[in-house]
């Protein structure tokens, strides 16, 4: 389904104001159709700046925050990116346009499903979903150039650190702040607000619609 050239023209101007700037990430916001991974009962919401509900007491980003996350990842062409945190699959997404390689590990089986399925649907190349408990990160494919976690964190894993590579980028919310680790320094990025990580994985059911 494709979206209004004029609703995507202003989805795109509301990111801007948000504060995404950076043109790449622009770019696969744009290219990225998050009415494709919406639920299809709330798809008339999809390009609005909006949390929407997935099941499981989940939820689907706002498209800004998720445009402040991946600015802060710097994710270039030849990346592998480590994904804490699935969802919807929009920032897998996104990050599959930017990225060479997306390996996402997601604790509901039943959403990992589904996520997997618009993947293919979509026809993205080198995107993975896993089923998994994210505070162990996916060790298959480490050491990963880029991680990012979708869930509020007290603090950062050990696992994730010993995933990342000496030079790579990790971005998470730690509590309510949003923070990028590199080389052993933490940079704030600003308030952000987040469910925190859980553990474990559960199998789920599908939900009706609310």
Do not use: C
């Not at 706002?62 to 991946?70: A, E, H, T």
């Not at 990346?79 to 996104?94: K, N």
Request: aromatic share 6%; net charge negative; no cysteine.
């Amino acid at each position: 389904m494709s979206a209004d050239p004029a609703r995507l023209m202003r989805f795109v101007l509301e990111m801007r104001q948000a504060g995404v700037t950076a043109a790449r990430v622009l770019a696969a916001l744009e290219r990225t159709s998050r009415t494709h991974y919406a639920p299809a009962h709330l798809e008339g919401l999809a390009l609005d700046d909006v949390v929407l509900p997935i099941g499981h007491g989940q939820n689907m980003t706002k498209p800004s925050v998720i445009g402040r996350l991946v600015s802060a990842l710097e994710v270039r062409a030849d990346d592998v990116v480590l994904e804490i945190g699935t969802g919807s699959g929009f920032q897998t997404g996104v990050l599959s346009d930017l990225a060479h390689k997306v390996v996402s590990v997601e604790r509901w089986r039943d959403i990992a499903a589904d996520a997997r399925g618009k993947f293919g649907r979509a026809r993205l190349m080198r995107t993975y979903a896993h089923v998994g408990d994210g505070y162990l990160g996916w060790e298959d494919d480490a050491p990963y150039d880029r991680i990012v976690v979708n869930a509020a964190l007290e603090d950062i894993p050990p696992a994730l650190l010993e995933q990342l590579k000496p030079d790579g980028v990790l971005v998470a919310p730690i509590g309510e702040r949003l923070i990028r680790y590199r080389n052993g320094a933490r940079e704030d990025f600003g308030p952000v607000k987040f469910q925190p990580l859980e553990r474990g994985v559960e199998d789920g059911a599908p939900e009706p619609p609310t």
